[in-house]
């Protein structure tokens, strides 16, 4: 049952011409126009929506490399000449969904045009039920990365009260939010991240015992002792390479070392070495590598825990908003230059 | 209180001269002769022991490296000018202690000589209940290596039945059990070793499904490729560096590493680069180093799990016992040339 009238109306969208080596260029995504029929055909069981907010996060690096069996397993790579895969927050303008009416708002996968047909499978999307709060939000601290953070932050590292944490790329959608979790719970916690504005935030914003610009260290491992001087026990993993060679000999006796990203090798063609893993048998260190995918069961909790917060102003959050459509090829090329000051994503429409 | 009668003796010690830099070599190890007097200082809670069988492990060239805060926070560097210290199985002559009396058998830390004067602390020496198994088994299967694999298998790899598992330096003191271990619990194993009697072991005496020679092959993942078709659940690292590398990119989604050792790594002045790490995100794998040091509070339960199996000839053990004290040195520096079949240790007295 449908109930949108029949209109086509043009649909924008960013496509993928081909597989990407190295960092990816603009010209890797070309903006294309083309039309869609804002009513579902009869009898579809799909939910058409508007998008409003689309998502730039770092794991869509890996989702443009060639296809490749390992990166897979956590990420599809995306399919060449048809728009990107990006998760995104929309309004429902046609149902053939019994758990989706017209004006619903949502967020999840969609395609990076104006109007996506979505198919819902498991976890695929989420209905948004609190709109009390920033609606962009729901791209962000209230999404995927929220969930990354919370699920890596409680479930992966086991943090407990007065532990030492460090996390790189510090001031992201992620990285912010762990960083905010610790000082929750009673931790210590120094961020890294690539500019003064963004250090400065940490410190100011976020509430951050402290943090350091990477780009300002010749020697990691020297800035970590100089701020970890008795040794880390959890680091929170968005970077990868050098600065996990510098954190592992820098970790406590039992620490624990969450894999969320590792940024700094998804343009490599060949990944750095890290040489320091003997230091993982030495300090019985755990690392574990997790995808928030594993965990989108615990939504509705980390939901209860974490509106409230929002509510009361304990937890903040930061975002980069584009403006626009055409300026989503720009705003996910940023994040792997470290462009980006806090979340970012793009407005396509404001409703 | 002591009882031994007073009596000098002569006392063969290998001495630890300096700290060694890549390769240990036999100068590295200097014998020598002392006396001591067999019965303890009036008032002394030490135990003197007369020690029958010393134990080469793979561990102990971390011991002989310079002193290094990051090794020593799981084995403390040796002392120059002093006999080796290391795990034996030895004979109470006289004892200050209320928990020992003369004639009782142990096992645990003494120095590479004839006779040693020990004092205990938490865990650092076992009483011999069980003597109707090789009291040798005390240095392997029912010492520390048997403790290790034990720890390391059921608790490190929380092993599911018909999972696949992958063992390398398989043959050695610990890996051989940690094979076997897994048949019983209805896994598939596969090892890997250095020669082809050593695979001939494996896949004969020990069980494994199958196994093969690092040596020969050219391409360790294509290797296991081989072997593990639709990927490996859990690896029990002994070895580091390439193997490493290689076995990352054939893990299963949500993988296990249990690190037992890198023994490919200690004799290198800087450790190999390890690429393949993004393959802990992607495949959300665990990596976890052990120290059975931390589970020697299980050793009870793991004598009465093991004991049953090896009076049944459920479990059996390799060793390669070298004879006569002078063999220690050789002994312990063939182990970094793989020139061990199943654990080494030497005799230097039988009872």
Chains 1, 2 share one sequence.
Not at 259 to 275: A, F, K, R, T, W
Request: include cysteine.
């Amino acid at each position: 049952m449908t109930n949108a009238e029949a209109v086509t109306v043009t649909n924008k969208q960013i496509i993928f011409p081909d597989y990407v080596t190295g960092f990816p260029k603009e010209s890797d995504l070309k903006i294309t126009t083309t039309t869609i029929d804002l009513r579902l055909p009869e009898g579809s069981t799909s939910v058409l929506v508007k998008n409003l907010y689309l998502s730039c996060d770092p794991y869509m690096r890996i989702c443009m490399g060639k296809p490749d069996p390992l990166s897979s397993s956590l990420v599809p790579p995306y399919k060449t000449g048809v728009p990107i895969i990006g998760l995104g927050v929309s309004k429902v303008i046609d149902s053939g969904h019994p758990d989706y009416k017209k004006g619903d708002l949502l967020w999840g996968l969609v395609g990076w045009e104006e109007y996506s047909v979505i198919t819902l499978t498991t976890y695929s999307h989420f209905k948004i039920e609190h709109t009390d709060v920033p609606l962009s939000y729901y791209t962000g601290l209230l999404g995927m990365p929220g969930m990354t953070a919370y699920a890596g932050f409680y479930e992966v590292c086991s943090p407990k009260k007065g532990e030492t944490v460090f996390v790189s790329a510090a001031s992201g959608a992620v990285g912010q939010l762990v960083g905010q979790f610790a000082k929750l719970m009673g931790c210590y916690v120094v961020g890294s991240a690539g500019s003064k504005e963004k250090v400065y935030l940490l410190k100011t914003k976020f509430g951050f015992d402290d943090a350091f610009n990477y780009k300002e260290e010749k020697d990691f491992s020297a800035a970590l002792k100089r701020y970890f001087p008795e040794g880390i026990d959890i680091y929170f993993e968005n970077v990868g390479g050098k600065m996990l060679d510098a954190v592992l000999i820098n970790m406590k006796l039992h620490g624990r070392v969450a894999v969320c990203g590792m940024i700094s090798q998804y343009n490599l063609v060949d990944p750095e070495g890290v040489h320091n893993l003997p230091t993982i048998l030495y300090k019985r260190i755990q690392l574990q590598g997790f995808g928030v995918c594993d965990f989108y069961d615990k939504y509705p909790k980390f939901l209860d825990f974490v509106l409230p917060y929002i509510r009361e102003g304990k937890i903040t959050y930061v975002e980069d908003i584009a403006e626009g459509f055409e300026s989503g090829p720009s705003a996910l090329l940023g994040l792997f230059e470290g462009k980006n000051v806090g979340k970012q994503l793009f407005v396509v429409a404001r409703e």
